[in-house]
């Protein structure tokens, strides 16, 4: 291997780690869900240890990242087309899931665990926003509305009302956005009981 490639391998095992610290996972429950020894992770974290393709699969599933980010791949030059995922000075990670440019954009987001006693900062902007959660609770703030949405639960609501996403205190949380910017809305099916407001299930 050229001295570039060395370079390269040996920066993966500092992403990995940081990835793991960000989502307060430990070496133990990162071993069960990837099926990668708990000693093995810890060298791959040190740079004790090469990675292999079959590990970094089952690892780049698990933190929802691509390859190409765990291993610092150079960016596309046309942007529309760059799904690397995008670092924030929060700790948070948004991730883009649509290459084409306009109408509904689809993101996952990744929050790091937040504050509860932090005084939410609202936002308004032209157009439409769906929210899904994955994993943890996402608080989100819609109005004067203070809502606590769980795993499976969903909100669809025109962004010109002030609004704010965020962690709760109790830990990360991940979720799905489809975001219309110019006022295209995500169809979401009604539930049996006819609720359709923030909160209700798709």
Not at 55 to 62: C, D, T, V
Not at 102 to 119: E, N, S, W
């Given at each position: 291997?050229?001295?570039?490639?060395d370079?390269?391998?040996d920066a993966?095992?500092?992403?990995?780690?940081?990835?793991?610290?960000?989502?307060?996972v430990?070496?133990?429950?990162?071993a069960?869900?990837t099926?990668?020894s708990?000693?093995?992770?810890s060298?791959?974290?040190?740079?004790l240890?090469?990675?292999?393709?079959?590990q970094?699969?089952?690892?780049?599933r698990?933190?929802?990242?691509?390859?190409?980010?765990l291993?610092?791949a150079p960016?596309?030059?046309?942007?529309r087309?760059?799904?690397r995922?995008?670092?924030?000075r929060?700790?948070s990670?948004?991730?883009p899931?649509?290459?084409r440019p306009?109408?509904i954009?689809?993101?996952?987001?990744v929050?790091?665990?937040?504050?509860d006693?932090?005084?939410?900062?609202?936002?308004?902007h032209e157009g439409?926003?769906w929210?899904?959660?994955?994993n943890?609770?996402?608080r989100?703030v819609?109005?004067?509305?203070?809502l606590r949405?769980?795993?499976g639960?969903?909100a669809?609501f025109?962004t010109?009302?002030?609004?704010w996403f965020g962690?709760t205190g109790?830990g990360?949380v991940?979720?799905l956005?489809?975001v219309?910017?110019?006022g295209e809305?995500?169809?979401?099916?009604a539930?049996?009981?006819?609720?359709t407001?923030p909160?209700g299930?798709?």
């Amino acid at each position: 291997m050229d001295a570039t490639t060395d370079q390269t391998l040996d920066a993966v095992g500092p992403r990995l780690k940081h990835l793991r610290l960000r989502r307060d996972v430990t070496l133990t429950t990162l071993a069960a869900a990837t099926g990668i020894s708990v000693s093995t992770l810890s060298r791959l974290e040190a740079g004790l240890r090469r990675p292999t393709l079959e590990q970094l699969l089952p690892l780049a599933r698990y933190h929802g990242v691509t390859l190409d980010s765990l291993v610092d791949a150079p960016r596309t030059a046309d942007p529309r087309i760059d799904l690397r995922p995008l670092q924030c000075r929060d700790g948070s990670v948004i991730i883009p899931l649509t290459r084409r440019p306009g109408g509904i954009q689809a993101y996952k987001f990744v929050l790091p665990t937040g504050d509860d006693a932090a005084v939410p900062d609202l936002r308004s902007h032209e157009g439409f926003d769906w929210a899904y959660v994955l994993n943890g609770t996402l608080r989100l703030v819609l109005g004067d509305h203070d809502l606590r949405l769980r795993p499976g639960e969903a909100a669809e609501f025109d962004t010109r009302t002030p609004h704010w996403f965020g962690a709760t205190g109790s830990g990360p949380v991940e979720f799905l956005s489809l975001v219309g910017r110019q006022g295209e809305r995500a169809h979401v099916r009604a539930t049996t009981d006819g609720r359709t407001g923030p909160a209700g299930r798709p």
